[in-house]
């Protein structure tokens, strides 16, 4: 294939990622911020696509206020449903193939083991149904989009963006003499960025198309995820856990969202690394970042 990419939401953890990426195997790739496009606007996402000609657009962008959502679901719906619309449109108009991100947030949890593509999707909130509303506007205006759903990505440029990732809010809470209280009755499948990108694109050099879950690999509650953060990080703060009816929070979420990543492993990818080898990894690339900019880990 070409070498033309287009990735929106190209500053964020996940669009870092795949900047690099596509790069890194030869492609002529265009990073695509909020501040340069308005995915919003139909016109702008047709006017950009077609002055860059891509042969590929990956859709990074998304809102992800899970709990702000519920009092601006208008807000969630626009960004998550309706500019993959618009994109989707402008990829007809020039013949681009669409990669788009989706979540384990479209299935309700109750089926209690790791989901895959096949399973009925039930979103439980207005982040949730945004999301899915764009993987069906997505498959409504295209005949082979690749949508990608996955869960709690972190990655190293969440280091340098606004809302970060879990592993840096457990860092930020482990810092403080007050103890910690996270869930333990809720599990997902938190999925590292850098492996995450690297898989995408070994789809789409395959010119895969369809629903495919990539998560993390490893079930694991969100208190355990904590837990495996600090042991890793060398730090012993206060933890304690907490369940949903305890701590309840403006949506509701899916008790267990883990992801399968069978279908994945049967088109010949590589599997991905355990959650303890993401976080390690994570934390030795946070430690190198922070020494090359003068601060201390």
């Known amino acids: 294939m070409s070498k033309r990419v287009a990735v929106f939401g190209g500053a964020g953890q996940l669009g870092a990622e795949l900047v690099q990426e596509f790069t890194t195997r030869g492609y002529t790739v265009t990073g695509l911020p909020r501040s340069r496009v308005d995915i919003t606007d139909g016109a702008q996402v047709e006017k950009c696509l077609a002055e860059l000609d891509p042969d590929l657009v990956v859709n990074a962008a998304a809102y992800n206020m899970v709990d702000v959502a519920e009092q601006e679901p208008q807000a969630a719906f626009l960004v998550n449903a309706l500019a993959v619309r618009h994109l989707a449109y402008a990829c007809r108009q020039i013949d681009a193939r669409l990669v788009h991100f989706s979540t384990d ?162 088109l010949g990818l590589a599997p991905m690394p355990t959650l303890r080898d993401a976080v390690a990894a994570y934390l030795a690339e946070r430690r190198r970042r922070l020494q090359r900019s003068g601060l201390t880990a």
């Open 105 to 266: 947030y479209v299935f309700d949890g109750t089926a209690n083991r790791p989901y895959v593509e096949e399973d009925p999707t039930h979103p439980l909130g207005a982040y949730a149904v945004s999301k899915l509303a764009g993987e069906l506007y997505a498959q409504g205006y295209l005949e082979r989009p690749l949508i990608i759903r996955t869960s709690g990505v972190f990655g190293p440029a969440g280091l340098g963006t606004a809302r970060g990732n879990f592993v840096e809010l457990m860092l930020r809470l482990g810092a403080s003499p007050q103890p910690i209280r996270v869930v333990e009755d809720h599990v997902a499948s938190p999925t590292y960025a850098p492996a995450l990108a690297a898989r995408t694109a070994d789809l789409v050099e395959r010119g895969h198309a369809g629903v495919i879950h990539i998560g993390g690999g490893t079930p694991i509650s969100w208190f355990d995820y904590a837990r495996l953060i600090f042991e890793l990080a060398g730090l012993a703060p206060e933890l304690r856990p907490t369940t949903d009816r305890e701590y309840r929070t403006a949506a509701r979420r899916p008790r267990y969202s883990a992801l399968s990543n069978a279908r994945m492993e049967s």
